[in-house]
């Protein structure tokens, strides 16, 4: 099974940009697809970006456009460039893993985006 720790998250203005970063260890990171979630409070947990094990990218409606899915397999990372960002990004934001029908979290990184 995979372990996955995210890093980079913070306190950022209006309009400015973080890089979230997912460090996996344990398992062959290549063949999992990789995916970036976010919760915000009192809301359920929502797909931003996902990308495949063959490099396929999909996001979100509300961040195409603004946020870039990317994965280095032999850093075993896979990483989120979130540009203009907005309050309504607020949220912890978590890393998930998919192989096999299974799939593992990190523990999240909390955003904050607020002036």
């Known amino acids: 099974q995979v372990q996955l720790v995210e890093s980079g998250g913070g306190l950022v203005q209006p309009g400015g940009s973080l890089r979230l970063s997912c460090a996996a260890s344990?398992?062959?990171?290549?063949?999992?697809?990789m995916g970036w979630y976010r919760q915000a409070p009192g809301k359920e947990r929502e797909l931003v970006a996902r990308?495949?094990?063959?490099?396929?990218?999909n996001y979100a409606d509300s961040v195409k456009g603004r946020f870039t899915i990317s994965r280095d397999n032999a850093k075993n990372r896979v990483y989120l460039q979130m540009n203009s960002l907005k309050p309504e990004d607020t949220a912890v934001y978590y890393c998930?893993?998919?192989?096999?029908?299974?799939?593992?979290w990190g523990q999240g990184t909390q955003v904050t985006v607020s002036s």
């Open positions: 990308i495949t094990s063959g490099d396929s990218t």
């Open positions: 344990g398992s062959i990171f290549s063949i999992y697809d």
């Open positions: 998930a893993a998919d192989a096999f029908g299974k799939r593992s």
